[in-house]
């Protein structure tokens, strides 16, 4: 495909779509009706059908009966940690083996033009960005994942929390799991914009910003506080009354879903004419700029309403630099005051 019917490539070769990212059109006023119905295909489909799907999954082959998960003990969460592994290692080692080792669209669509592997750095393990990320996500971040869903199903089984039956409460329970992403933006806007905070920063978040280039194996290279932090989105269906397949689903849209952020393409090629969205570039911007789009794609506008939304455009530019300006004032005239 040509990406340059879709965007442009600077000099320095790293490309962004001619586009400009919008919020979810539901928040426009007065409603557009047609607009949103148009958007609801692929607010479903095919991430967050993706995501349920995996929750259903485990929910009926993987997850242990709710006798044995009324003890926790260390041989069904070591199997779920192991599944957890697996499944991570294979959905995102699809992308990490196709587009950044096979090199399959070389670097089309691809924000940033340069590939981690190619350049080594201190600010990793080993030099290794990759090696870095890799071990980050499956030996602290995965296990934590597993701590907060052993948790959830531990009381659910226990009956420690509502038990919502989908005979009974099929609309409800719908209606939870369309919002489910909106829970999760939230959440992550939240704890994402509190670990900004400069003291927290260096000691926690500073480990995921190392992958200024993100690739599939930065998704989930955190810090162990963040890391627990960003899956206990789940621990919202222990408050809200829930059942576990919509908590496994809110766990995944944030364990499985963090890939989107992470992808580095704009769009992935599936064959010569085809391609799939990834939904990366706001958490690109993100990972660029490191002060704007802290929470998702624009579902719920957290970022808009703060103002730290960026849009990707030139006059996204311009909002974030006069925002920047500002913030150097305050602080000089603080340092002048002293």
Known sequence: MDDLKYGVRDKRGDWKPSGRLEIAPFWSWPPKLPKVLAWLPGYIWPWNAFHMATA??????????????????WGWALWLYAVNAAAIFVFYGIFELRYYVQRAQATRFKYNHKFPGDTPSDVFWFQSQNLDNFLRSFFITIPLWTVVEVIFLWCFANGYVPWVGWQDHPVYLAALVLIAPAIHEVHFFFIHRLIHWAPLYRWIHSVHHNSINPSPWSSLS????????????????????SNPIVALFQLHVAGFGAVNGHLGFEKLELTEDTALSSEAYAHYLHHKYFE????????????????TWHDGTKEGDALMDARFRKKRERVNARAASH
């Open 222 to 241: 955190m810090h162990p506080v963040e890391g627990f932090l960003y899956h206990a989105v789940a621990f919202w269906h222990l408050v809200i009354p």
């Open 56 to 73: 259903l999954l485990y929910w009926f082959y993987i997850v242990p009966d709710v006798e044995t998960m009324k003890t926790i003990s």
């Open 292 to 307: 704007v789009n802290y929470g998702g794609e624009g579902l719920i506008p957290l970022d808009k309403w703060f103002g």
